[in-house]
């Protein structure tokens, strides 16, 4: 726990993990986690390990225009540290039980509500999957909407991150970029041999 205090300590964002939620990291010495951050619908949620021990989620809703939600998820976390809400822990041991998951993952993401056999949640999964498929992407969890940040994992070359199904799938029957992520992929040529799509 913190000594509390008025000044919110320098924060840094870390690398997201399979539910894209973003670990914020504290500390010179020793990196301590604070607490992570995420995306969903448009409003940004913080969940942190209070001072007493338990787990709470905290909705600070969207940033004002021209501000990241991110870094006003990142800089929530930072002033309950500040204030003595937060237990920090270190980072290696927080983030030391979350591997890729392995193996088929579920249809929807725990948040996604189903209502009947006929849900459009379950339609939108199933063509989402079958886009994914069909480009060489592979999900690391249940689909999130269309708008929401879905881990996935690029086939071609390895690389793994967030992406949206927004952009994945492409617009008014165009496919989707041709870059297909931060970093190096494969060369273009390559990619239009493997998925049809680009070469029509």
Avoid: Q
Avoid at 16 to 28: A, L
Avoid at 40 to 61: C, F, I, K, P, Q
Avoid at 78 to 93: D, H, N, Q, S, W
């Amino acid at each position: 726990m913190s000594t509390p205090t008025t000044t919110a300590p320098a924060y840094r964002i870390g690398t997201p993990d399979t539910e894209c939620r973003y670990p914020v990291i504290i500390g010179e010495a020793e990196d301590l986690m604070i607490g992570k951050v995420w995306r969903w619908h448009r409003n940004w949620l913080a969940r942190m390990t209070e001072a007493d021990g338990s787990e709470s989620e905290h909705n600070v809703r969207r940033p004002e225009k021209g501000e990241k939600g991110l870094d006003l998820a990142a800089a929530f976390l930072a002033k309950k540290y500040a204030a003595g809400a937060i237990t920090a822990a270190p980072l290696a041991e927080a983030l030391a039980d979350a591997p890729l998951p392995v193996g088929p993952v579920p249809l929807l993401h725990p948040r996604m509500a189903v209502k009947d056999r006929n849900d459009r949640n379950v339609g939108s999964a199933l063509k989402a999957f079958a886009g994914l498929a069909e480009h060489h992407w592979r999900a690391y969890g249940g689909f999130p909407g269309s708008d929401n940040p879905w881990f996935v994992g690029c086939e071609l070359c390895g690389w793994t991150g967030p992406k949206y199904w927004s952009h994945l799938r492409g617009r008014n029957g165009n496919p989707p970029s041709i870059t297909r992520h931060l970093g190096t992929c494969v060369s273009e040529d390559e990619i239009r041999e493997l998925i049809p799509a680009y070469r029509k």
